[in-house]
């Protein structure tokens, strides 16, 4: 079994099925560990909702914007009563994404996926994947879930994830500085740039070999993302 860990999706789906695609991994075989940020700025997050949900083996971490998200899905509030901050950045999508869909999907992913994402996973390895950072010197497990999806101390830093081997993070996008994945100590940043004009990557933990997709906004022109 091989591990591969993918990076902040925000609704693109033509980039995921194509890093599904070009990827060596085997669905049912390999686990997938995704960074969280499967929601907002492209149009089709039910639909990698669903794709992520098919595929047996699987891990999803909860981001900063699938929290809002879920926050959303639990009082589905007219588009007047939204988080604003949320809607303004990239929620709009996924919020007019549900209102195309059947009612019941918004109940349905909220029970099956967005309540199942955890805070963050330790593998077998000794690794840590968890989606913003979190603060080394203390141990992850007494950290607060929110600062979970929002710290960037780590990137930011060029700290080291002590305690652990490698450490595999999303959130800070990378692109346009870099459009491949990039280490800094033992962390690994998986975002490069899929919520803008930048790439999905999807690597191998083991061998750090990756597949990326085309650029996301190549993949829906005329569509604005984040």
Known sequence: METYVLGDIHGAFRALEQVLERS???PGIDRLIHLGDISDGWPDT?????RLHSIPNSIWLQGNHDWWTAEWMTTE???AEVNMLWYQQGGKATYDAYERGP???????????FAEQRPYFEDEAGNLY?????????PIAEQEPYDLVWNRMLWNNGMQAHAYTEC???????????????QRANVWNIDQGAAYGGLLSL??????EFVQSDTVQSLYPGVKGR
């Open 130 to 138: 968890v989606h913003g950072g979190y603060h080394p010197r203390r």
């Open 203 to 208: 690597l191998n933990v083991r061998t750090k």
């Open 168 to 182: 595999f993070i999303g959130h800070t996008p990378t692109w346009p500085a870099s459009a491949v994945p990039c």
């Open 24 to 26: 060596p991994f085997r």
């Open 103 to 113: 009612k019941e999907q918004i109940g349905r992913h909220f029970r099956t996926f």
């Open 77 to 79: 509030l007219p588009r």
């Open 46 to 50: 039910p639909e990698c909702v669903e």
